[in-house]
């Protein structure tokens, strides 16, 4: 690694300490079931700053993030449930249709296998009908 990732890197590590201490400082009690619900929406401006443009700024808006993290946590099938709600939530938040977000859930089929899709899909579902979304 080079001194200037390495040092990104740490710099990432250590603000995402001080935000799950901010969340919980007692984070061996923590429950994962219901996990998603106690992190609000982050604004799109404040989705850029953390996921975004930060750390590199020439690279992925934080839209394109986080609907490649969807996809990895889709692939991860049930063991990824509250955090999949929460990116989806995210994701729309920063601008991702319904329609990107089913396409990218049914893109990882062909990795994660039909069930994890077909779970995932339904999850999509649920947090569209959460939060009110539109047709697109």
Known sequence: MTADFTGMF?????????MVHAFNPA??????????KLFPTMTKDMMEMWFGRTFNK???DAKTRLL?????????????EPQIKLTIRHALAAGAT???IA??????????GLPAMT?????AQSVFGETG???E
Not at 103 to 112: N, P, R
Request: proline share 0%; charged share 25%; no cysteine.
């Open 103 to 112: 396409e990218v859930i049914s893109q990882m089929s062909m990795f994660g």
């Open 10 to 18: 740490k710099a990432m590590m250590e603000q995402g300490q001080e």
């Open 98 to 100: 319904k329609r990107e």
């Open 119 to 123: 779970k995932a899909l339904e999850i």
């Open 133 to 135: 979304e539109g047709s």
């Open 58 to 60: 020439d690279g992925l």
């Open 27 to 36: 984070l061996e009690n923590m429950q994962v079931k219901g996990l998603d």
């Open 68 to 80: 490649v993290t969807l996809a990895a946590l889709v692939v991860l099938g049930a063991l990824a």
